[in-house]
């Protein structure tokens, strides 16, 4: 199973560089071959939201100052179940942040249909 895991924060990235023992924790999930992609995000006052409404699509650039949490970067993995999967990451080396975790769809969710990755990366994970 493929997951996503979602680094929530309540402020902006402030320019700090990810620590050693975020680096450790990085490397350890590359080493036990379930770290398919992982990755910080820039400030949401470099990006943009997309919002669709009646048929048209309707644009705001960030910040986005009335977020009240905001997604600082991300994981992708894989792992037997989810229990595994928050039992390693409840090591994680991380202060007043919080993660989500989500599920990614497999093509065999969809039987009888064919439904492929964007990345090859994942392709070969599946």
Known sequence: MRFLVLVKSDKEWS???PSAEMGAFNA???KDGVLLAAEGLQPSSKGARIKYENGRAAVTDGPFTETKEL???FW??????KDELIERFSHCPFDNQHLEVRQ???AEDFPGTRVGTLSPALDRAG
């Not at 992708?76 to 179940?81: E, K």
Request: net charge negative.
């Open 71 to 73: 997604v600082a970067g």
């Open 104 to 106: 990614l769809f497999e």
């Open 15 to 17: 320019g700090e560089v």
């Open 28 to 30: 350890r999930l590359e």
């Open 76 to 81: 992708i993995v894989q792992a037997r179940s």
